[in-house]
């Protein structure tokens, strides 16, 4: 297959199975195994910042680091990179059509195949160390099928409970499946259902139970946020998002739980996370900000944090979501910060549509288009800050429509 008709076939089977039948029959056949140091990480919400932040780190100490994150923003390409540098299209079609055969054969699906395209590009690489970023859950996530030398759980929440669960403990159950023998698990502020159940899962695993510790004295200045992390002092990171303080001092305690077998000097730390910028996450272009904010706990965490990034200008919000997410919580949360709220949708078969925002209408306007709304809000702002939200898909899809008008 050439690459258009293999994003098509990869579009075709993004079919939503949650299971892990097919994969462990098609990696059997396939005497698939993956023995490098990893870690691995699945959450709620902070999973790709975290990943993010560890990959800058190391590679910041100097270590060949392999990473893995989901979803990608424009192409499959995206979620693989060695050193920072993603997987060519060409290796990707080529990995791709090697294995078509038994793609086919066992009816796997996109992230099914696009997790094991990634795994065989960074076994290639043999990198000294691998990030690797569950895509949801983790017990039978595609990409629960290796041995970390440290699981980490940023946060649990409920979120999509047709697949994970009905409570925040049966959430934690599924994203405790990725604890294994012996293995240190490492987790963020957890709600008491959720910790006790992990610390369970834990005890009967003999995996070491580590809670991150508070951070303190965060404060903005002109280069960025800065923070107190355990002993280290005055750590800077470029980012307005209030949240992600959070999802770093995540990587500052992996990297100290790991010390022993992956050293990493302060110098190197420090500088790893002040390079590590991410898209997409309190992210400006001009008067527009993007945040992928896509579940209650993310939308609070964002809308506490308009102070910081505001700057005492008024916020008009752009807002698109799937259909599963809970946006009776998300838009009341924005609407508390915001000046007022917009809804639309976008090109994607999971996303809301005007009759899914039926019981929302009286209370916030809906456009179509959202080119057309977001246009519109320019001009009637110009000099406001307009934040577009809701869903990682559709900030990402808004962003290239800027970026491309910009060019």
């Given at each position: 297959m050439n690459r258009d008709?293999?994003?098509?076939?990869?579009?075709?089977?993004?079919?939503?199975?949650?299971?892990?039948?097919?994969?462990?029959?098609?990696?059997?056949?396939?005497?698939?195994?993956?023995?490098?140091?990893?870690?691995?990480?699945?959450?709620?919400?902070?999973?790709?910042?975290?990943?993010?932040?560890?990959?800058?780190i190391?590679?910041?100490?100097?270590?060949?680091?392999?990473?893995?994150r989901s979803p990608y923003l424009y192409s499959p390409c995206e979620m693989v990179a060695f050193n920072g540098e993603t997987i060519s299209e060409e290796t990707f079609d080529n990995l791709f059509n090697v294995y078509l055969k038994d793609f086919q054969k066992f009816d796997l699906s996109a992230f099914e195949i696009e997790t094991f395209i990634a795994f065989m590009f960074i076994i290639s690489k043999r990198p000294d160390i691998a990030i690797i970023e569950c895509g949801m859950g983790g017990a039978v996530d595609a990409t629960n099928i290796f041995t970390p030398i440290l699981s980490i759980i940023t946060t649990v929440s409920l979120e999509h409970t047709s697949y994970l669960g009905r409570s925040v403990s049966e959430i934690a159950q599924n994203k405790g499946g990725i604890i294994k023998e012996e293995v240190p698990v490492l987790t963020g502020e957890l709600d008491e259902a959720a910790k006790v159940t992990l610390m369970d899962m834990a005890k009967e695993l003999n995996a070491t139970y580590h809670i991150v510790s508070d951070y303190h004295f965060a404060h903005h200045e002109a280069d960025g946020q800065h923070f107190q992390y355990g002993e280290r002092e005055d750590i800077v990171l470029h980012s307005d998002a209030d949240y992600e303080l959070k999802n770093a001092s995540l990587a500052i305690e992996a990297?100290?739980?790991?010390?022993?077998?992956?050293?990493?000097?302060?110098?190197?730390?420090?500088?790893?996370?002040?390079?590590?910028?991410?898209?997409?996450?309190?992210?400006?272009?001009?008067?527009?900000?993007?945040?992928?904010?896509?579940?209650?706990?993310?939308?609070?965490?964002?809308?506490?944090?308009?102070?910081?990034?505001?700057?005492?200008?008024?916020?008009?919000?752009?807002?698109?979501?799937f259909r599963d997410k809970n946006i009776a919580v998300e838009l009341p949360l924005l609407g508390t910060y915001s000046a007022d709220i917009t809804l639309t949708t976008f090109d994607h078969p999971r996303?809301?549509?005007?009759?899914?925002?039926?019981?929302?209408?009286?209370?916030?306007?809906?456009?179509?288009?959202?080119?057309?709304?977001?246009?519109?809000?320019?001009?009637?702002?110009?000099?406001?800050?307009?934040?577009?939200?809701?869903?990682?898909?559709?900030?990402?899809?808004?962003?290239?429509?800027?970026?491309?008008?910009?060019?």
């Open positions: 008709e293999i994003l098509s076939y990869l579009a075709e089977h993004d079919n939503g199975r949650y299971d892990r039948d097919h994969f462990d029959e098609f990696l059997a056949k396939e005497k698939f195994s993956f023995s490098l140091p990893a870690i691995h990480i699945t959450g709620s919400n902070g999973k790709g910042a975290t990943a993010h932040y560890l990959e800058s190391y590679r910041a100490a100097g270590y060949n680091v392999a990473s893995y990297v100290d739980l790991l010390a022993k077998e992956f050293p990493v000097k302060d110098e190197a730390l420090r500088a790893g996370l002040i390079d590590a910028e991410l898209p997409l996450h309190v992210e400006r272009i001009g008067n527009i900000v993007f945040d992928g904010a896509h579940n209650p706990e993310a939308v609070d965490a964002l809308a506490k944090s308009f102070p910081s990034f505001t700057n005492g200008k008024t916020v008009h919000v752009l807002f698109a979501a996303a809301r549509g005007e009759m899914d925002y039926f019981l929302y209408m009286g209370d916030y306007p809906y456009v179509e288009n959202y080119q057309d709304a977001l246009k519109d809000l320019e001009e009637k702002y110009p000099d406001d800050l307009i934040l577009v939200t809701g869903s990682i898909a559709f900030a990402a899809l808004v962003r290239k429509f800027v970026m491309e008008r910009k060019a």
